[in-house]
Structure formats: structure tokens, C-alpha cells
């Protein structure tokens, strides 16, 4: 593969990892979006937000009761996907590494997901999952982009390859009845990962993930958001109502408008 | 595009995406079954000009054929009206709008000839 130094390190570390954790490629796009969300907050509280964004999205339990965080949740997340702009500027943060390990052909999710977990909320669990698992292409992949400093149980985890390899081989035996029998049969195994706000994770969705109780004093506020190869095979999620081309090349455009000439 | 999704199940999402999106629903029209029938489709936008648009369930109910859906884009623009596509939830307008929703409509006929999935 004729791939640069750096390209082969990200390709290298993404393959025997699952995942790979870089700076924001654009750290103002970043503070652009972690300061819509700070204006969204205050709108949909109707209050006056004093300290750093961090602190506000931190404690922001303090604030909210979990009875009403679905809610919260809902309203944020649908002001947040109607701001003109928010997608491009989510697919810079992360474009060098998305170029380098799916395409520079790209499709992208139309909608951007929030998760806001409460400290000790048992209300918003992601059992251990693959996305593969319930329809998704292999070929696509997940930029989780974090609005605060995620550590130990406020982060997610993911179990390695070779580790997840070794568990659809004896998947039956190991999954018993239940999702939480199949967490605890690999918990030894699975990975944290620990992301700064100004870092972002692409991984790979086909790798068992999910969360746990967030049994840390703060507020985890992460985004996530799909991404694909334009021409890799879909899977439940299909082109145009889950996924829209965002980098199609001239040359693509062309061959699509293609037609030979009439010759009778 | 050789899909099928029951009719009820189309009106209730076109509803739904009706009621978010503050459009009055005037009533539904279903296309008949025959392949690459646009007929109904015609018929109402005949009736374009009496509307304030018109919501399909899917981007992917405009007809095959790309000259025929230029023609929809063009009456659609000329009459400054607008098509939705509630499974999408894009709508088209505008020549840029009309750009994009042709884009999807592209890749989606260059799929079948691009690598499958094993799976």
C-alpha cells in the first residue's frame, strides 16, 4: 500500500486495537460545537449559565433531574442537528484519519447522536453491543467525539480484536441468557477509553462496546456519528434516509452521468 | 427502486413527519402497483399549483428514469413549491436541494454494480 509513515502508523494501531484516539484535527470546529451546545443548554433551561463550558456540561446533573433528562436530551439533540453547519464541521475534526482509514469517498450519517450520562444513572446503559450485530455494515465506522474529559466508567469500552474474534467463536457458550451474562463473560478483556475533550476516537463498530454506570462525579457528554465508504455495501442503514455522500469526488459524478452514445 | 414497504405503514410515517414539521396533510394518494408507474404521481403535479407541496414517503418513489425526475425538480423549482421526503427527512426546493436528493438517487443506482458484503 503506497500509504505515508503516519498513514501506516493510524492503519497499523487502528487494526490491532479497534480504535485509534487523535487530536481534533480542527480545534476551532470543536469549541464551535461544544459552544452551540452551551447556548442550547441555557435556552432550554431558560437559566443563566456562569463558569467554563466544561464545568457547565460536567455538572449539568445538578441541574437536571434524571426523571427529566430523556427530555433534556431530546430537545438539545434536535436543536443540536438543526444547526446549519453542525455535520461539516463535526466531519473536520475528524477528516485526516476518516481519509486515511475508510475512503476520501465518504458518507456520513444525516443525524449527529448525543449521549449525556449522569453520574450513578442506571436510565441511559448501552449494553455490550456491536453494531454489527443488529444490521450495520462492517464497513462502516464510529467517530466518538467527546464534549468533556472521559475517564474509567464516564468513558466507553470496547473489546480488542483478537479478543472479539475469540468471542464469536464461543459466542453461544459465553452469551448464556443475557446481555449482562456476555459482559461479564469478556469484562476482563474490554479496554476503557480514556479521551480528553480536544481528542476524538474513530472505531470500529463491528467490536462488542457499550457503557456502564457512569460511578464518576461528572456529567459524560459524548457525540457519535457513522461514517462509510460512499461505494461499500450498506447494510440496515441505508444511502439517503441514514447515510448522504459528503466528499464524492468529480470523477465519481461523471461515471454516474455516464451514457454511451445512442447508436441506433 | 423494488421495494415495498404497506401502504398504511407510508401513511403513518408521512403523518408523523407532517405533525413535526408543521405541514397541514390534505389527504393521501398511492401510486398504482404497476412497475414504473408515475401516474398518480403526474396527476398531482397537475395539481401543484392548488398546494403548498407535496410529502413522499421516500426519495426513492420519484421515477427511474432521470429525465423524468429532472422534469419533477424543474416544476418544483419554477413553481417554488416543495417535495419532502418523510423516511429521509430531506426535502427539495431549490436546484441545490434538487442536486443533493439526485446525488443519493446516483449512488443508489451504482450500488448494485459496487462490491457486496458477504454477509
Avoid at chain 1, 451546545?37 to 443563566?48: M, P
Wanted: glycine share 4%.
Amino acid at each position: 500500500m503506497y500509504f505515508t509513515e503516519d498513514e501506516n502508523n493510524l492503519t497499523k494501531e487502528y487494526l490491532h486495537q479497534g480504535y485509534v484516539v487523535r487530536p481534533a484535527a480542527d480545534l476551532d470546529a470543536l469549541e464551535w460545537l461544544q459552544s452551540k451546545f452551551i447556548d442550547l443548554i441555557g435556552e432550554t433551561l431558560d437559566v443563566e449559565l456562569n463558569g467554563t463550558p466544561k464545568d457547565i456540561l460536567n455538572h449539568i446533573h445538578e441541574k437536571v433531574p434524571v426523571s427529566e433528562l430523556n427530555e433534556f436530551r431530546l430537545k438539545i439533540i434536535r436543536g443540536f442537528n438543526s444547526i446549519e453547519g453542525v455535520r461539516e464541521k463535526y466531519f473536520q475534526i475528524a477528516r485526516p484519519y476518516l481519509e486515511t482509514l475508510v475512503s476520501n469517498e465518504l458518507a456520513m450519517q444525516l443525524r449527529i447522536n448525543l449521549s449525556i450520562q449522569f453520574p450513578s444513572d442506571e436510565s441511559s446503559l448501552l449494553p455490550v453491543h456491536a453494531d454489527t450485530w443488529s444490521g450495520d455494515s462492517p464497513f462502516e465506522v464510529v467517530v466518538w467525539l467527546p464534549l468533556v474529559d472521559c475517564y474509567s466508567t464516564k468513558a466507553m469500552y470496547i473489546l480488542p480484536p483478537q479478543k472479539s474474534a475469540e468471542l464469536s467463536q464461543g459466542f453461544i457458550e459465553r452469551a448464556g441468557t443475557s446481555s449482562e451474562e456476555l459482559y461479564q463473560s469478556m469484562k476482563n478483556d474490554i479496554q476503557w477509553l480514556e479521551v480528553k475533550y480536544g481528542e476524538v476516537i474513530v472505531f470500529d463498530q463491528a467490536l462488542p462496546h457499550g457503557n456502564r454506570v457512569n460511578d464518576e462525579s461528572e456529567t459524560r457528554w459524548s457525540m457519535n456519528c457513522r461514517f462509510k465508504g460512499v461505494f461499500t455495501p450498506y447494510g440496515d442503514k441505508k444511502i439517503g434516509e441514514f447515510f448522504e455522500p459528503i466528499t464524492l469526488r468529480a470523477a465519481s459524478k461523471t461515471g454516474m452521468a455516464y451514457k454511451h452514445p445512442i447508436t441506433s | 427502486m423494488g421495494e415495498r414497504v404497506p401502504q398504511h405503514v407510508q401513511n403513518l410515517v408521512i403523518r408523523d413527519y407532517c405533525e413535526r414539521n408543521g405541514l397541514h396533510f390534505l389527504l393521501s394518494a398511492a401510486e398504482y402497483a404497476m412497475q414504473n408507474s408515475d401516474l398518480i404521481l403526474e396527476q398531482i403535479m397537475c395539481e401543484l399549483k392548488d398546494i403548498d407541496g407535496i410529502v413522499a414517503y421516500s426519495l426513492f418513489q420519484l421515477p427511474e428514469d432521470s429525465v423524468k425526475r429532472n422534469n419533477i425538480y424543474n416544476q418544483f423549482i419554477a413553481m417554488r413549491k416543495k417535495i419532502y421526503f418523510a423516511v429521509e427527512g430531506l426535502s427539495a426546493g431549490t436546484k441545490q436541494e434538487c442536486e443533493r436528493i439526485e446525488i443519493l438517487w446516483r449512488v443508489r443506482k451504482t450500488l448494485p454494480d459496487c462490491i457486496k458484503s458477504c454477509l
